[in-house]
């Protein structure tokens, strides 16, 4: 039995993904200069994926960096309380931010980055998620560049993980049910 036999359904195909990764990268091909040299704050480990492909079709100088959170331990709904388990190598004072997340959930991950990098005071942070699950939003975060809106259902693929595996399936898809019961 393979990985891929444990998924029940793919819900965004490895096609639509790449291409609205093309599309976000234009919109923040748009929005930022030459000049600003924004760095992409890559939210570890769940959107080194997406980082990479992101980064591939941006033609604006930038740099990369890399934070680690934790927020939902081995289990598939997240607990609320966030760690930082690695931070960022550079010192982001007056840099132009934009954080690169794979999934915004209940919010609580993004609400305790952005108020933590808001007291380096950066010149600007904005937030680029591929995913966003608005039904299950505890606390609102505005968000500056999404890839998908997705119903409330647990996803995997693409960088995202159900007790660290199918991070490195191509798509988005959902695991049956009897995997993780
Ligand atoms: C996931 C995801 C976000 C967060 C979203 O990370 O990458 O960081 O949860 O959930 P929230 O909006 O409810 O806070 P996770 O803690 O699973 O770590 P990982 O990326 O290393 O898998």
Redo the contacts with the bound molecule.
């Keep these: 039995m393979g990985l891929r036999d444990d998924v029940a359904k793919v819900l965004i195909p490895e096609d639509a993904l790449q291409a609205r990764i093309v599309e976000l990268a234009g919109e923040i091909n748009a929005a930022y200069t030459d000049e600003d040299r924004p760095l992409l704050v890559c939210?570890?480990?769940?959107?080194f994926m997406f980082l990479a492909d992101l980064t591939r079709h941006l033609e604006i100088r930038h740099e990369i960096d890399f934070m680690?959170?934790?927020?939902?331990?081995a289990g598939t709904v997240?607990s609320?309380v966030?760690r930082i388990?690695l931070d960022l190598e550079r010192n982001i004072e007056g840099r132009h931010v934009l954080i690169v997340?794979?999934?915004?959930?209940?919010?609580?991950?993004?609400?305790?980055?952005t108020r933590n990098l808001r007291t380096r005071n950066p010149a600007s942070l904005r937030i680029c998620t591929l995913l966003s699950?608005p039904a299950?939003?505890?606390?609102d975060?505005p968000i500056d560049f999404v890839g998908f809106e997705i119903p409330d259902e647990f996803v995997v693929g693409y960088?995202?993980?159900y007790a660290?595996i199918y991070?490195n399936l191509p798509f988005i898809g959902v695991l049956e049910e009897e995997v993780y019961r």
């Design positions: 939210v570890l480990k769940g959107a680690e959170t934790s927020s939902y331990g997240s609320g966030v388990l997340e794979d999934i915004i959930d209940t919010g609580r991950t993004l609400d305790y980055i699950k299950r939003r505890v606390i975060i960088g995202l993980d660290e991070r």
